[in-house]
């Protein structure tokens, strides 16, 4: 496997239940991210984790919860979700987030997540 | 206020033709990097170029230039020649912020389709 993977790549799942988004990226890369794409809005940053801490929140419900086990594992689990939260979840990675270099990201081909 | 706008939903462009995507940003920041991102139908986003805000000469990457004009906060995506191939989604993103409190934002993006 080369650059960032994404499973699984479609999801559906009803409120009550739970699941978990993984994400792997195979570049040796030191950052990792979530991203929500929903129709007609802008990408929403939701995550990051550079070397497995994480060090943004963009105000994301409780229901949505990253786990970072190592720098090239990401996980989202989610539990209790609303229509609302039915989107495209994508995965990135970059070298750093930390520097002062721009590292561009590099990112997955996404779950698109059905809530029924 | 939109921090990066893209006032063009959807673009048509002959095939070989040359093409130019708008984007113009909202930052306080001196130090901030522009990029821009291709979503085909397959939902993976691939970067294509980025432009530093100190960086004097406009990026070029290929087929693809940026049109950097900081006075104006409007970096415009270029694309020469187009290809069938090109038709995609296009976002342009901005990171700002400091070390450790970095942001990327993204716009609404441009729909790009190439007509043979």
Redesign the interface.
Known sequence: ETGVTQTPRHLVMGMTNKKSLKCEQHLGHNAMYWYKQSAKKPLELMFVYNFKEQTENNSVPSRFSPECPNSSHLFLHLHTLQPEDSALYLCASSQDVASGAYYEQYFGPGTRLTVT | AQK?TQTQPGMFVQEKEAVTLDCTYDTSDQ?Y?L?W?KQPS??????LI?Q?SYDEQNATEGRYSLNFQKARKSANLVISASQLGDSAMY?C?M?EGF???????????TRLKVLA
């Open positions: 990066i130090s990097g990029f991102y397959s939902g993976e986003m691939i970067f980025y530093g976002f993103a990171r070390s450790g409190t970095y942001k990327y934002i993204f716009g609404t993006g």
